[in-house]
């Protein structure tokens, strides 16, 4: 009998369309990157079919306006391999209305913020977001949080202000490696973070915080650091865009994600392995649940 492979769930993969199936265009006022090509769903869906993953949790990108709708509509078409996160202006007046849309209507399951791309709008504590984020809360969403460490103040602040609510860190918010002078005390309000239990840790885009080829060995002590720190069972793994487009765009390819992790995690135990890459995810979001699938 063939060995059942253990789960793995990515949960950051962008995926987008481009017009006239799906708009393009800045969310962000900083924002001025736009893709030339689409990174559609179907794309994703033969790259991890391809690599073994059994699911994705799939994000809005920031060049694909605020209209959820292809995430959304991607996410049922293929609603065993695939949740969807969207994005939310954290400037529009009433977002408390739209984030209810999305989540009651569309099936998005929470929502992406850039406090990084705003200056001078601290877009996490803003009292016009309060009523989003209460109406998130409600429905137990999910929020990621796209930032760096000085703005770590912020996620402290609504963590604890909104306890039923799951906060996700993405990228580690973007850690310097450990060869940097001061890097631990650069980086301790992010582990202090980790006093919070509804705050989660997302171990990703390793490579472009190194300085180092493969695999990344300045980047492994802050890596060992922030899960010891935030614990195995509220950190996650994700990657970044789908097939070609990964290293197109100067990620790593899918197989050598997961590789990375497999084999140079020595300090990970092998069930502590299996938790990152993809049981802890399996717990975080509402799953199409398969009963081979809570077998792994």
Not at 75 to 99: E, W
């Amino acid at each position: 009998m063939a060995t059942q492979q253990p789960l793995i769930i990515d949960t950051h993969v962008h995926v987008w369309e481009m017009p006239p199936i799906a708009q393009i265009g800045p969310t962000a006022p900083s924002w001025k990157s736009m893709p030339r090509e689409h990174g559609n769903i179907e794309l994703l869906l033969s790259d991890i079919q391809a690599n073994k993953v059994d699911r994705a949790v799939i994000v809005q990108t920031s060049w694909s306006t605020w209209d959820n709708t292809y995430l959304s509509q991607a996410s049922h078409r293929y609603p065993d391999k695939f949740v969807a996160m969207g994005l939310i202006d954290p400037q529009l007046i009433d977002n408390s209305i739209t984030a209810v849309k999305w989540m009651d209507n569309y099936g998005i399951q929470g929502f992406r913020f850039h406090p990084m791309y705003y200056e001078n709008f601290e877009v996490l504590i803003c009292p016009g977001n309060r009523a989003m984020f209460k109406e998130i809360e409600k429905r137990n969403g999910k929020i990621q949080i796209h930032c760096r460490p000085e703005h770590a103040y912020q996620l402290n602040q609504v963590a604890k202000e909104y306890p039923g609510i799951i906060w996700i860190i993405d990228h580690m918010m973007y850690p310097s490696p450990s060869s940097y002078k001061n890097w631990t005390k650069i980086y301790a309000p992010v582990l202090n973070l980790s006093n919070h239990e509804n705050v989660y840790m997302k171990i990703s885009d390793i490579h472009n915080r190194s300085k180092v080829d493969w695999p990344f060995r300045d980047m492994h002590e802050v890596i060992k650091k922030t899960i010891d720190t935030f614990g195995i069972d509220k950190c996650i793994w994700g990657t970044g865009y789908p097939g070609h487009l990964r290293i197109k765009h100067g990620w790593l390819s899918l197989h050598d994600e997961i590789r990375l992790i497999r084999e140079n995690f020595s300090w990970l135990t092998s069930y502590e392995k299996r938790k990152l890459l993809g049981l802890n995810a399996l717990k975080l979001w509402k799953w199409k649940v398969e009963e081979n699938l809570l077998q792994k």
